[in-house]
């Protein structure tokens, strides 16, 4: 256990008291909970994407935000294309990128560790699936725009992908221990932080399901791993400079997501809140993970 | 007496199986530890003894809780917590002893005591006295309990105790405290489990208090000695070490 894992179970023991006192949280403070929690840590730690990545390749500001933005403006028009296909894009992309921090700094000398990665993520986001299918076709269904996007639930084709990723990940550990990629400590530890997914992701509404992995999981490992990169880069980083290098980026993104927000709320635009949000966010994830993957290529 | 309880068991409970096997096998442990003393060094003799009084105390409690279900078929909630806050805070005792080559000091030792009992009475005063079964009391307590528990398992894996082993180095010391940590995250895990499934608590229904016995009588064994041959090991390991040089 790391002092992640530790933060999560003391967040989780914390939320099953709340849960004991109260039976449910309502969604709306489910919501507003979750964003205080995003917003202090899950939008900063993509927010250096340009110093992460200028630190390792000599790229010019202009080359490296018009080739950000690119992407991101890409992404935005397959979405108005398609919106399902760019929703499993969205899924695929978000597992590699999950799968990858959570076991880029294992050392893995595998030549299919990209696919060990893909398989972790994926076996992550079939779980929250899995154990929260209801709730989720509910809050599809409650925008018209987002109705299509249950089509994951079609066939039960997800259910087979939660079996067969998570048999996979836990066959790809035992490969990796037994080949020893990975030490038997690193073992156990993957071992028991997937059985505390599978329990939080059972015993918790999906927001704050997803909420509790992406900030304490992810963001604040893949935080921390900056900061010690940085720290050596700089020679010597403080928190206070380490925050004050986050911060642009971070306002920037929040205030993004309170004009289209507004926008949303007030029809101006034609999408739904909720929509508008995954569509935010999968935006974001693309040029995030591509940076993030060369960043973990320092880690080999 | 024995013999009398021994015919009453009926062949389907398994709750007075598991009290009676854990009885045994409490009992069977602490032979071997106390035994098993001579075969390490001096330094080494200390954790062993305080293994086999901490298996040696709750074959005691497991005798007299094996009686109880059977005449009652209640949960001897107050054997249960009796035998809890006298042996955990003598497994929080080894920790100290492991580490105590490493630079381990009696505030260490205290603040992990106090921890345990701190842990244990809260969580007595929650299940015990929540007659009505109340949530906001069976929460209030399991809050309170939980702190005590939570500081254990910061400082067994990240905090001081954590910091000596790695420092004290030995391999053997610090992979047998990874291990008794592994004990601490997993093996207690049960008690809170346990806890909130009780009048009151969040998981209450899920399982039958019976069932709930059956857990605890498992979770002990392993837990008691499990914990007892973890420090063997290393005793063992360390005895041998020096014999060598």
Known sequence: MNKFSFLYLITCYFLASIFTLNNHIDISHQIIGSLFLITIFGIPHGAIDNIILKSDIKISNLRFYSLYISCILLYIITWFVSPVISFYLFLIISSYHFGESQLANYKISNNNKKLIYLIWGTALMSTLFYYNEIELINLFSLFEDTENLNSLFYNNYFKIVFYVSNILIFMSLIFLQLKNQIKASVFRNELFQLFLLHLTFYLFPVIISF???????HSLKVLSQEFNYLNIIYKKLSISKFIILLTPHTLLSLAFLAIFIYLSQNNIINISILLLTIIGISVITLPHSIVMTKFYEKFK | MLLNVVQSIAPDNYVAFTF?????????????FFVERNSVSDKWKMSLLVSGLITGIAAVHYYYMRDYNLVTGDSPTFFRYVDWILTVPLMCVEFYLLTRLAGATKSLLWKLIFASTWMLVCGYIGEAFNVDGSTSHSVTW????????????????????????????SEVVKKGVRYLAWFVLVGWAIYPVGYMCMDGGWLNGIFEASTLDIWYNIADAINKIGFGLVVYTIAISESNKELAK
């Open chain 1, 211 to 217: 909420t509790l992995y992406f900030v304490f999981l």
């Open chain 2, 20 to 32: 009676f096997i854990g009885y045994i096998a409490m009992l069977a442990a602490s032979v071997f």
């Open chain 2, 142 to 169: 399991g809050v309170l309990s939980t702190l005590g528990y939570l500081y254990i398992l910061h400082s067994v894996w990240m905090g001081e105790v954590a910091g000596l082993a790695d420092s004290s180095g």
